[in-house]
Every structure is written in C-alpha cells, then in structure tokens.
C-alpha cells in the first residue's frame, strides 16, 4: 500500500497542511515526531492544537509518559500497528512529521530489538557518556561512528543489544532490511526560502515563550522528568532547564534553543534530499500547497 508522507524542517508549516489535507481527503493523520510522541511536552514541541485534533484525528500524538525511554523500534512497532489497523478497517491514512529516524523506522523494516534491562541501564547511566561511546566504538564501530558522541541514549541503547543479543544493531539493522515492507512511502517534502524559514522558527519560538514554555518546563521539572531523561535533551526544554538551573540567563537559553532549531532544521532538510523520489513543494500559499499534494490522493480515490 503507497502511504503519503509530509516530512520538512521544523517550522516549515507541515502541520496545517495536513490538517487541510485530511479535512480535504477524509485522512487520519499519524504523526512521525520524536518529541510529540511524549505526554506534557506539549508547548516546546508546537503539538497540534486541541481544536485541530478535534477537527481531524491524530495518532502517535501524546502516547508514552517523558520518563520512559521510547526508541525508534518501539515507535515503528507502534505506528505500523496503528497504520495497519487503518488499512484494514479501510480508511486513508497520511504519515506526517521530521524525524527521519521515526519515519525510516517504518517504512525500512527494523528488526526485532530486545527490551531494555533495567540493570544494566542503570549501570550505564551511572557512566560517562564518552566513556559508553567509546565502549560502542569497540563492539560495534559501524554503529558508533553513525551516532555522536554525546547521543547517550541511542549510545547506551546500542551496546544494550549487543549485551543482550550477543550481536551488533549495525549487523540486527542490515539483516531486518530483508523483509518485504507492510507500506511504501510517497514523499512530500515541504521547504521554503531559507531565510523566511530561520524567521519563521524564531518567531515560533517566541510565540511558544509567550504561550507559557518556561512555566511548561518548570512543571516537567518538578514532576515529570531528570536531567537523566531522553526527552531533556529536547530543544527549548535543555535550554530552559539551563536557565532554570542558574547555568544560563533567560534571554540566552532563548536564543540558544532558537540556533539548536535553526540547526536541526538543516539536519532534516539533508536528510530529505536522501530520499529517492520525494516531490519537494515549495511552501509560499498554503493552498497553493494543498492543490500540489492533492493529485496523490485524488488518484487514490
């Protein structure tokens, strides 16, 4: 089955696009973002608005606690489940989100990745996190020069397979690349200008200061989750945590996490130009964008 899939940088608008899409085409929408996957990181990560979720329904939006660690395995096991489910009841489905790992996730077949041990999580918590990198670099050197060093969770979660398994992920991940996929992507690549999309991620940024992220990060920090958590390392919730730990003054942290964005977004924008066959839109009207995408699904119809 071709699935659509509306990736971009950050910023760019994918959001209110699908929504006019699936309000358009009758789609429910499965959401591919690493950080809206978590309850309560709902200002600093721009989730669709209760009024859109009203309007449309979303899937993999608010599914796992911010203490516990979810990997791309768990996510592609979760969302396939969902997008199967979909096909079989027989409605029209839409993947929309930027983390390329979450979206290769599902549509490369990813092998079956033990569960965590609690141990020996804790164990390698309590370690440096260059330390467990170069621990990876030695089972598994394929693996380790793929992830940077301070990446301490999928670090730590690398060398946890490879206790666990006695084999590499660099090795589980190739031989999981045999099976036939459930879903092949149609991509849709959404960008713009660069310079209106730097504007548009510092504006957005204000606009979520302004709409309560600090007191946002406040409350996680009170009662949801360390620093030790995988979802500290969020942009805007690191910086923040900075500032609130007396190690960085407000207006800084803000225009910290405003560069950490503006970074990721050419990040993603590489790893789109990797995908073989997308159709890059050019966001300059929104509608203009809708009558573009609109010919896949009409021809689905």
């Known amino acids: 089955m071709k699935v659509a899939v509306l990736t971009g940088p950050t910023g760019v608008g994918k959001t209110e696009i699908a929504v006019r899409l699936a309000e358009r085409f009758g789609l429910e929408l499965v959401s591919a973002d690493s950080r809206q996957v978590y309850c309560w990181l709902d200002i600093g990560t721009d989730k669709p608005s209760r009024e859109m979720r009203d309007r449309v329904r979303f899937h993999m939006v608010d599914k796992v606690e911010p203490d516990r660690d979810y990997s791309a395995a768990d ?142 990060v406040r409350m996680l920090r009170e009662h949801r989750f360390s620093r030790d958590s995988g979802v500290a390392d969020a942009y805007g919730y690191s910086e923040l945590l900075d500032h609130l730990d007396g190690k960085l003054a407000l207006s800084a942290a803000v225009e910290k996490a405003k560069a950490r964005s503006r970074a990721y977004a050419k990040r993603q924008l590489t790893w789109c130009r990797r995908l073989a066959g997308a159709c890059w839109v050019e966001y300059t009207d929104a509608d203009a964008v809708v009558r573009e995408i609109a010919p896949f699904f009409e021809s689905q119809a």
Not at 102 to 114: L, M, T, V
Not at 160 to 178: Q, Y
């Open 75 to 216: 996510f592609a096991r979760d969302a396939l489940a969902v997008m199967r489910r979909l096909r079989d009841e027989g409605r029209r489905l839409m993947v929309v989100g930027g983390s390329g790992m979450y979206i290769r996730a599902i549509f490369e077949p990813f092998f079956d990745a033990p569960r965590a041990d609690a141990r020996l999580r804790r164990e390698l918590e309590q370690l440096p996190v260059a330390e467990l990198h170069a621990r990876l670099s030695r089972v598994d050197p394929e693996r380790a020069a793929a992830l940077h060093v301070n990446d301490r969770q999928r670090v730590a979660r690398a060398l946890e397979v490879h206790h666990a398994t006695g084999r590499t992920m660099s090795a589980l991940m190739r031989e999981a690349g045999t099976a036939p996929p459930d879903f092949e992507p149609a991509y849709f690549v959404l960008t713009m200008n660069r310079d209106a999309l730097r504007r548009r991620i510092d504006e957005r940024f204000d606009r979520m200061m302004q709409a309560g992220l600090l007191d946002e």
